[in-house]
C-alpha cells in the first residue's frame, strides 16, 4: 500500500522551496561577510556553490514532486527553520563570544556549543533534510543525495579536521570540552 495515500495531500509549494533558498544563502553570506573571522575553506566553496545552492533551486524546476503530504511539509518546514536557527544562532553566539577582549585565546563551550561541539554542522544536518523533505516529500528522488553526503562530509571530514585544530589551539580546555559535550547530535554523539 501507497504510504502516501494514508496522509492528507497538497500541491508542493515551489514558494517554501524559494523562502528555503533565499534564506539559505542570505545566513551564508550574512556568516562569511559578519560572522565568521575566517575566509570559508577550500572543500566549503565547490560543495555550497556548485552543489548544494544550485540543487535548491534546480529541484524547484525538475527535482519536486507534484503532490507532497501536509504533515512531512510542516516537518520539513519545523527541521529547516530549526536547523537554520540552530546554525545561525550558534554562529552568532560564537561572534559574540570572540568579540569580548576578555575571551581571547579562550576556546567557546557556552550556549549551544554546550550542547554539541559542532552546533553549525548540526543544525545545517537539520536544515539540508528539512529542504530534502519540501523538495521530494518521502519519495525516492535524486534530492536524497544531500543528507547522507552533507552528513557524511561532516562527519568524517570536517569535524576531525576541526577537532585536531581545536586540541592544538586550545590544550588545556579542549580534553575537558570534548570528554563532556557532544561531538555532533546533542546528547547523542
Known sequence: MDS???MPAIECNDQTLLVFGVVYVARLYFAMLVLWSRPPDWHEIPIVYVFFIPSIF???V???IDECSAP????AIFLYVVGSGFSTIGEYQRYVFKKQPANKGKLMTGGLWSLTMHANYFGDTLLFTGWTLASSGLAVSWTWWAVPVMTALFVFMHI???????ADRYPKEFPKYAATTAKFVPFVY
Do not use: Q
Open 62 to 64: 525538475r527535482g519536486k
Open 4 to 6: 502516501r495515500r494514508l
Open 58 to 60: 534546480y529541484t524547484m
Open 72 to 75: 512531512v511539509t510542516a516537518v
Open 160 to 166: 576531525p579536521g576541526l577537532d585536531e585544530y581545536l
